[in-house]
């Protein structure tokens, strides 16, 4: 009943949100998005401290409809920025997801979201043949994955499973940043260069 119940929620977070992957996919199309990627990074790498490390069950108890709305905005933030990592986990362990829920879960949300940027970004003549190579053997590659670790998230211990998770946020976070470093970079030479000219102006004075 717990699988079906977030399957549902999973399954609202995925479907509904056509119109935000829609916005998205026009946002990413036209616009850049290096900003909200540093402070999703910063969000995820705060899992670590949320769950204090994956001991911690839960910070907050979710509710099932909190799932839509989150969707509607991760549906669109993905579609902008073409993956925001696995922002949503958050909300699955606060809400009560076993390891195997969680996956399930996450699974069918990724299969209804994916097909609904395809679809959006084929259109706006964004996605060409060079793209769906990488998608397929990406696709493919995680497939296999998936597989493998199988026998893995069996064996695993609620404590382990959700330490995992939230170390893969915060790995996941930490990459998001670092894609953006040179943003970061320029950013600290023009606040450093802003600095020593309000020094001069003010010694000239």
Not at 122 to 140: E, H, I, M, R, S
Not at 156 to 169: C, K, N, P
Not at 174 to 186: F, G
């Amino acid at each position: 009943m717990h699988f079906v119940a977030t399957s549902i929620g999973a399954s609202c977070a995925g479907i509904c949100p056509a119109p935000s992957q829609a916005a998205g996919a026009w946002l990413f199309a036209n616009a850049r998005a290096e900003w909200l990627q540093i402070f999703i990074g910063l969000y995820l790498i705060g899992a670590i401290l949320e769950f204090h490390g994956g001991a911690r069950e839960r910070s907050y108890r979710a509710r099932l409809w909190w799932f839509l709305p989150a969707g509607l905005i991760v549906s669109l933030l993905s579609a902008l920025m073409g993956t925001v990592g696995p922002v949503l986990n958050s909300l699955y362990l606060n809400y009560g997801s076993r390891k195997e829920t969680l996956v399930a879960t996450k699974s069918v949300n990724s299969f209804v979201t994916d097909i609904v940027k395809v679809t959006v970004f084929t259109g706006l003549g964004a996605f060409g043949g060079q793209a769906l190579a990488f998608g397929l053997a990406t696709g493919f590659g995680a497939a296999l994955a998936t597989l493998a670790a199988k026998p893995w998230l069996e064996r695993m211990s609620g404590r382990q499973f959700r330490t995992a998770v939230v170390m893969l946020m915060a790995v996941s976070g930490m990459l998001m940043i670092w894609k953006q470093h040179d943003l970061i970079v320029a950013l600290y030479h023009e606040l450093a260069f802003c600095l020593q000219a309000n020094q001069d102006e003010c010694v000239q004075t």
